[in-house]
């Protein structure tokens, strides 16, 4: 089929090579001449696990070409699939839905034959009929352009797979006939037996705003859990596995530290209670205002028990800051709680310094006034504390030992319960794990 993909920010580019993969005829377009051009010869503009691969792979094969032009997007393809940003409103709780009402408009303008249009955005519930009445309003005579809309689960970091072999599909349509489309679209993923949920378009976009905001409360769950376990002298790491093997609760999501950052669970959440406010619901989803706060709240709790380990304040203090990223496996650093504390312990007058196996470019630019290095081992020279923020493997397989001769001090804050502890503290080190009680 011959498929457009509007947006190539993170969703679109990794959607466009995948689609590719699955063997349509694909033209990404993004109004970045910069990232089309990286994209044009096989460059993805970001870090993305088997991203590259399948990105050259298309490319070369000619299945997948980019351009900037909507109206070469609105000759080309019988199917668009929108994928540009939904950020958080500037003051206010809300999503911005101006590049998505932009792209509605820039399209419905150029396009002369009927196609299905199909959002994959993250948008609060009732856009789709919204934008469907304006892409209506605003095709030529003649010209029938329906709107499905399709959202998508993938993790950053694993966005290739669960693309290519999702958990399930979700497809909100208005018709058969759309519905029809979007099978043909997804043919080899459905034949391998993915679950697909095809239903309204209100559904759909709630399935996956509900999704997060699960997977948001199961995060702060376990943080609220953590707390009282390091008042109550317990452990939330064996707390947490032993509730894991109840196959209703399930082990994953239950990692207790720092909380949630990036670029959907904070403001899907947030856009969530606003919509809901909006609907008159706001008092049933109260608690994920709680959620939202509580998983803020995570980043100053660290910063304080950092504060406490040496000694009460940061002044003349040397902090070692191990990951930027705001999880393991990308650069993006958008909302990281890794780099949240290390700036405010770097405006409380720590000189800190920040290792990252691959975000260091991005945090670099967000904060320059903190210092980068290209190894752990260099960020933690001197050091009077090590952080560790964000966890990439490398920083387990660290040798606690060897660490100990380049810092000034041997204490570790593990802000993401993910380091060897044992193995920490028989090689010297003072250990403070969120969540693990100090013991008497
Ligand atoms: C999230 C969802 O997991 C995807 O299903 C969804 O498609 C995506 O948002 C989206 O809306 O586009 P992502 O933002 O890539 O994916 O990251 P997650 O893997 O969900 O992690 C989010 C944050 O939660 C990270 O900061 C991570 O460190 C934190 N986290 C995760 C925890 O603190 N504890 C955990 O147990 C798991």
Known sequence: MRISVIGTGYLGAVHAACMAELGHDVLGVDTDAGKIAALTEGRAPFYEPGLPEILVSAVASGKLRFTTSLADAAAFADVHFICVGTPQLAGSLGADLSHIEAVIDGLAAHLTADCLVVGKS???VGTAPRLAARLATLTAEGVTANLAWNPEFLREAFAVQDTLRPDRLVVGVTSAEDDAVLRRVYAPILASGTPYISTDLATAELIKVAANAFLATKISFINAV???CEAAGADVVTLADALGHDSRIGRRFLNAG???????????VRAFVARAAELGAADSVQFLRQVDEFNDSRRHRAVSMARDLVGGTFAGQNVAVLGAAFK???DDIRDSPALSVA??????GATVRIHDPRASDNARQAHPEMEYTDTPEKACEGADLVLHL???SDYREIDPASLLAVVRTPRVLDGRN???RAQWKAAGWTVRS???AVPA
């Open 122 to 124: 993250t948008v609060p």
């Open 226 to 228: 953590a707390d009282v």
């Open 258 to 268: 720092l909380g949630f950052g990036g670029g959907c669970l904070p403001k899907d």
């Open 328 to 330: 393991p496996e990308t």
């Open 343 to 348: 700036s405010t312990i770097h405006s409380e």
């Open 390 to 392: 964000t966890e990439w």
């Open 418 to 420: 993910a380091l060897p």
């Open 434 to 436: 969120m969540g693990v």
